[in-house]
């Protein structure tokens, strides 16, 4: 039987011997598959907990957890979110908001128009915000009806939104309302002037 030199303690496999190198090839492999296995039971662990802490009474828990979901290792992380913007804190609808633009797809789109209505100024204005970056031009309408909104913030928040995704008034109206919330009052006045002129000319 051939013997391999340096392999005095290889291993004997279908025949022949097989080196040390080879032996060590195949522990580390086994090392690898059980520590990938490990972190993926960690992760696991990590996304039963936070489940659990989204059921909690304190708000402020539940903010923290809905901060922690990672849509990209937790599937349901997308529904947990959805479900959240019905939470009664608006800390914790603000943070939903949030993490609705790691997902930028459809539904969450979808939810943050939503999230644009609601009864809480600062939800408004983050959602605003977070439209304004995932870049979606079907925002325009519902961003365009913020700039109406009672709350100076979530006004300032809709024109920054729109003006970055290169939305442009049609009416000397939402021109007008355009400039008031970015602050510009001159260019305002001077877009009234104008709306009204015309309507004096067509009587």
Known sequence: MPFI???????????????????????????????????????????????????????????????????????????????GLGDDDSQVRCAVVRGLEQVQNDQSVIALTTALQDLNSGVREAAAAVLGRVGDARAFPHLARLLKDPHPGARRSAAAALRSLGWRPSTNEEQALFEVALGHARAAARSEERRVGKECRSR
Do not use: Y
Not at 47 to 59: D, E, G
């Open 5 to 83: 030199a340096g392999s005095r303690k290889g291993v004997r496999r279908h025949g022949r011997h097989v080196g040390n190198g080879q032996q060590r090839c195949t522990e580390l492999r086994h090392v690898v598959l059980f520590r990938r296995t490990e972190k993926n039971a960690r992760i696991a662990l990590m996304v039963w907990w936070n489940t659990l802490r989204l059921k909690s009474n304190s708000p402020e828990v539940r903010r923290k957890a809905i901060e922690n979901l990672d849509p990209s290792r937790d599937a349901r992380a997308l529904d947990q979110l959805l479900a």
